[in-house]
């Protein structure tokens, strides 16, 4: 395994935990007014793409990453569903 | 320009406009009380790293992508800190 593959299997695993300090954050706190829907629905919609990105160029660092950060994002936008109406205002769904 | 070309582009204009409803959404409220710090820190040294990655891959996708990433989670971090202790607790920082 070359650098560039070791460094990519690296910055794949900090992109993974990304979104986790925020689940879990979200999760202990009950709360996730501030937290914007649309971040993690245009995450969500977004991994979809980079994993048909990675397929197509084979690039298995580009399609493990985005599975996982799919999976966190759908649990965040459960979350924000969830916890995010605590205080309604028009705002809350930007 | 080839239509896997194209899809890294379009993921890389999602990805890079990922953060910005969050951003907006801070702007506007003055709060982030909700919003992990630790995620955008671990988001910002991890662009550094894909930005790394993109330039020995020679993926021209993948660095701009970051570098735009880059800019709106050093944002996110400004406005955590300057927005986000308004209801001082231990897990602000989570």
Redesign the interface.
């Known amino acids: 395994m070359e650098?560039?593959d070791i460094?990519?299997y690296?910055?794949g695993l900090?992109?993974t935990?990304?979104?986790?300090?925020?689940v879990?954050?979200?999760v202990?706190?009950k709360?996730?007014?501030?937290?914007?829907?649309?971040?993690f629905l245009?995450?969500a919609?977004?991994q979809v793409?980079?994993v048909?990105?990675g397929v197509?160029?084979k690039d298995l660092v580009i399609i493990m990453t985005n599975v996982l950060i799919l999976v966190l994002s759908l649990t965040m936008v459960f979350l924000k569903l969830k916890f995010g109406r605590t205080t309604a205002s028009p705002?809350d769904t930007?």
């Open positions: 650098f560039v460094l990519g690296v910055a900090l992109t935990l990304t979104f986790l300090p925020q879990i954050k979200t202990k706190e709360s996730a007014k501030d937290v914007s829907l649309n971040m245009i995450a919609a977004n793409l980079w048909i990105y197509l160029k705002s930007l």
